[in-house]
């Protein structure tokens, strides 16, 4: 049943796997901070969503994943990419929206993939990805395999049907999946207490019989412990679990949103001296894990990565319009069969209106 825990997170960690989830959360910070600026300069279109503060609920829940488990996530999932392992220069080159990114250009910020890691996607729909999840979980199931699902979403997404129809799904068949519920305690503009009757989200999984608990979502080591037992538990007895962690986002809900109007200078600036990459960094340090000298490497390698990420991406070459519709038909015959809504494409517009002047 639904519980919550108190959980003491002792440094039970070697220095090489202090080091590297030391380096994935910096990797994702510098990265989330120069998305930030390309997006500024025009290189990178559309929605973008960025996680910075929520390095250690990325980090941490990810890093117990094994080679045949399965990950999804909400579009906020730049740092869910880098987490999982996908290379950096392709996945800024998919913000770029160029042919060399992870999902080859189509989906841009908020349609992350990676086949290769099993990372399904980041989901532009709110909650979409979890009944998607379900059904991997499900696949996985029949087919006996030792894996399971680890599906990402915020808080917001506990309010629609499709949060309800997954969990319920998932503990009537007995489903390996944790579903981690990334409380970053705002939906867009509207805090969680505001929006849902019950704003502690792990005690909604007594709704369905299943084990829920909240844990520090900035403390990395705790998420990296639940997470790990949890997807544990999955794989070996078949129970789904629900994950609740807590943590915030410094910068507004997407990079159109300044996230000022509708939160207080000193609720942010308290959440700023809890920065989970400091604080584990002065943890490991004190613990004689790491020293600083080795913290500072660690920066200059990422600050290198992802600016020459950011240099590959602007050189790539953009996809091919005569593949747009590639992956959505699968009749080889769909490029005459399109043909004709060329002219009111954009790639099309300007010269049959050209013509048409003429």
């Known amino acids: 049943m639904a519980r919550a825990e108190e959980r003491t997170t002792a440094l039970e960690i070697d220095p090489a796997d202090a080091r590297r989830l030391y380096r994935v959360m910096a990797l994702i910070r510098r990265f989330e901070e120069r998305t930030e600026e390309q997006y500024t300069r025009a290189r990178i279109g559309g929605y973008c969503h960025l996680a910075i503060g929520e390095e250690a609920a990325h980090a941490g829940a990810i890093d117990p994943l094994r080679e045949d488990d399965y990950l999804f996530a909400s579009y906020r999932d730049h740092g869910t990419a880098l987490a999982v392992g996908s290379p950096t220069a392709a996945v800024m080159a998919e913000l770029f929206g160029k042919s060399t990114g992870v999902a080859g250009g189509y989906g841009g910020s908020m349609h992350l993939l990676d086949v290769e890691r099993h990372f399904l996607g980041g989901w532009g729909i709110v909650g979409g990805q979890l009944p998607i999840a379900v059904g991997a979980a499900l696949a996985l199931d029949y087919t006996e395999a030792d894996a399971a699902v680890l599906c990402q979403f915020g808080e917001a997404a506990t309010n629609i049907g499709a949060f309800h129809e997954a969990l319920n799904l998932a503990a009537i068949w007995n489903l390996p999946i944790v579903f981690q519920c990334i409380n970053n305690l ?94 584990f960094a002065q943890r490991i340090v004190e613990a004689g894990l790491v020293d600083e000298s080795e913290l500072e490497e660690m920066r200059q390698e990422v600050e290198v990565e992802v600016a020459e990420a950011i240099k590959e991406a602007a050189a790539a070459p953009a996809p091919d319009p005569a593949q747009l519709y590639a992956h ?25 209106t050209r013509s048409w002047r003429t």
């Open 328 to 352: 959505v038909y699968g009749d080889e015959a769909r490029g005459e069969q399109f043909a004709r809504m060329d002219a009111g494409a954009p790639f099309g517009e300007r010269e049959e």
């Open 186 to 279: 705002y939906g867009m503009g509207t805090s969680v207490t505001q929006a849902s009757g019950e704003p502690e989200q792990w005690k909604r999984a007594a709704a369905y019989g299943m084990h829920g608990e909240r844990v520090d979502g900035n403390d990395v080591l705790a998420v990296r412990e639940a997470s790990g037992r949890l997807l544990d538990q999955a794989r070996a007895e078949r129970r789904p679990a629900l994950l609740e962690t807590m943590t915030y986002r410094i910068r507004g809900h997407s990079v159109a949103d300044a996230g000022k109007v509708y939160r207080e200078r000193d609720e942010i600036e308290q959440w700023r001296s809890r920065d989970p990459i400091t604080s």
